[in-house]
């Protein structure tokens, strides 16, 4: 049986050593609810050389604490398994909270996707690599698995490091799969041109608008965007923010 007001009171978190409450309403019904004010759920689903990232939404919780999630509809329903592995990422509380799990069984008929009980819920850890805080507008492209754009979305890169970034963009627009690959666009301060960084989803933070660490990928150190990166990095290191914050 399913709690069909949400999780149980009193959930422990090693994040905090505590009992956190928490007493968030649950999913009620999909033709009443919006996606903004559901429990929104990100999971990282590992599928060998293409993981992807799917949004959905925690209906409840059972009695041996495994997680019910719904999923959109038009989801590709083969690429889910039982046993493949899950990173999931929600927010309680207003705070990022993350697990690892695995899927206990693939429910087609509602949708959703049955998870085990994860045996640790943390908050997700502050970035440690150097960053320069930055407010460059720019656009984020989403893919597929086979590498084809799922949308070209509005992004605002909030730091910069020479390993990648840190942005934020809509979630409402968001494609509800897609694989963790994307393809970032922005021009640099003083670089003339358009810089185009292909990259991988790190992290995510769900609220108040979707936020992502982006790792970037660049094919060799003579990459255009590679050396517009460096290039500008270098004339910014006085500017550095702390690096544990």
Same mark, same amino acid.
């Given at each position: 049986m399913f709690h069909g007001l949400g999780i149980p009171k009193k959930i422990k978190t090693e994040a905090f050593g505590k009992t956190t409450e928490y007493f968030q309403k649950m999913y009620q019904t999909s033709q009443t609810t919006s996606i903004s004010s559901v429990n929104t759920v990100w999971l990282r689903v590992e599928d060998g050389a293409n993981p992807t990232m799917l949004r959905g939404h925690l209906i409840g919780m059972g009695s041996d604490h495994s997680m019910l999630c719904g999923i959109p509809t038009h989801t590709t329903w083969k690429q889910f398994k039982v046993g493949m *592995?899950?990173?999931? +990422?929600?927010? !309680? &509380?207003?705070? $990022?909270?993350?697990?690892?799990?695995?899927?206990?069984?693939?429910? @087609?008929?509602?949708?959703?996707?049955?998870?085990?009980?994860?045996?640790?819920?943390?908050?997700?850890?502050?970035?440690?690599?150097?960053?320069?805080?930055?407010?460059?507008?720019?656009?984020?492209?989403?893919?597929?698995?086979?590498?084809?754009?799922?949308?070209v979305l509005p992004a605002t890169l909030i730091d910069l490091c020479t390993m990648g970034c840190q942005l934020t963009t809509s979630e409402t627009t968001w494609?509800?799969?897609?694989?963790?690959?994307?393809?970032?666009?922005?021009?640099?301060?003083?670089?003339?041109? *358009?810089?185009?960084? +292909?990259?991988? !989803? &790190?992290?995510? $933070?769900?609220?108040?608008?979707?936020?992502?660490?982006?790792?970037? @990928?660049?094919?060799?150190?003579?990459?255009?965007?590679?050396?517009?990166?460096?290039?500008?990095?270098?004339?910014?290191?006085?500017?550095?923010?702390?690096?544990v914050a």
């Open positions: *592995t899950c990173h999931g +990422h929600t927010v !309680i &509380e207003g705070e $990022t909270y993350q697990f690892q799990t695995t899927i206990k069984e693939v429910r @087609q008929d509602q949708p959703a996707l049955l998870l085990h009980n994860p045996p640790r819920i943390t908050r997700r850890p502050p970035r440690t690599h150097p960053r320069v805080p930055v407010d460059i507008s720019g656009t984020i492209r989403p893919t597929d698995p086979s590498g084809a754009v799922l949308a494609p509800n799969l897609a694989t963790l690959t994307v393809i970032l666009s922005c021009r640099l301060p003083n670089i003339d041109h *358009t810089s185009k960084f +292909h990259g991988r !989803i &790190e992290w995510i $933070t769900p609220n108040p608008e979707l936020q992502m660490g982006i790792q970037f @990928q660049f094919s060799s150190f003579e990459d255009v965007a590679c050396r517009d990166l460096e290039r500008w990095f270098g004339s910014q290191q006085a500017k550095l923010i702390n690096t």
